[in-house]
C-alpha cells in the first residue's frame, strides 16, 4: 500500500526526513509510509493526507503536548498527530517537532503504554438498550461481535446528541450487526 498523496508531499517528506535525521531511530516502510523505530518499536510515522502532511506519534497520548500542536484523529485511543501544510513550516518547527520526537522515544524507551479503554467503559445509549429490550436476536448479534466493533458502534451511537438521531443510527446499523459486520464494514 502506497503512502497516500506521497507525489503531493515530496518537499514535506524530504524536510522531515532533515528533522529526523539526527535520532537513533531506524527508517521502514510500513503501511506503504515511511515509519521510524526505536529498538524495533513504532514511534513517528509520516502521512500525506489531501489537505495536509502529517507526522503521526504512536503513543501520542501520553506526550506532555505543552504547544498544544497533537490531534487526535478519529476515535483512536493512542495516536496523535502533527498537521503541516508545507516543509517550510516543517522547517520552521523544527525544534518543536525533535522535542516532541525526543519525548517520543523515551516514552517508547520506557515501555508505556496507553491504557485502553475496554467496551465497558463506552456508554450504552438507552436508545440502544431498549432496542435490545424488544429484539433479544439484535442483543445476542451485537454480543457476539468482537469488542472492537461493538466499541466502534457505541461511540457512534452515543456521538449523536439527539435521541432520534441514535435511535435512526441504530435501526441504519441493524442489518450489518445481525450479519457480524463492524462499523466500517456496513456499506
Known sequence: MEMAYRAQWQAEIAEMRRVLAGFAMTEACKWGK???????????????????????????????DPKKVLVQLGQVQAARVMKFTSAREIKAKASTIKAYVREAIAVERAGLRVE????????????????????????????????????????????????????????????????????????
Do not use: H
Not at 514511534?43 to 506526550?63: N, P, S, T
Open 34 to 64: 515511511p515509519t521510524y523505530t526505536v529498538d524495533g518499536k513504532n514511534v513517528v510515522i509520516m502521512q500525506g493526507f489531501k489537505e495536509y502532511f502529517a507526522l503521526g506519534f504512536f503513543q501520542g497520548a501520553l506526550l506532555k
Open 116 to 187: 485502553r479503554k475496554k467496551t465497558s467503559d463506552f456508554p450504552v445509549p438507552d436508545e440502544l438498550t431498549a432496542r435490545f429490550r424488544k429484539d433479544p436476536r439484535f442483543k445476542r448479534a451485537f454480543d457476539a461481535l468482537t469488542p472492537g466493533r461493538q466499541r466502534s458502534y457505541l461511540y457512534y451511537f452515543a456521538a449523536a446528541k439527539q435521541s432520534a438521531t441514535r435511535e435512526a443510527r441504530i435501526e441504519k446499523a441493524r442489518p450489518a450487526i445481525c450479519e457480524g459486520r463492524g462499523f466500517l464494514e456496513r456499506r
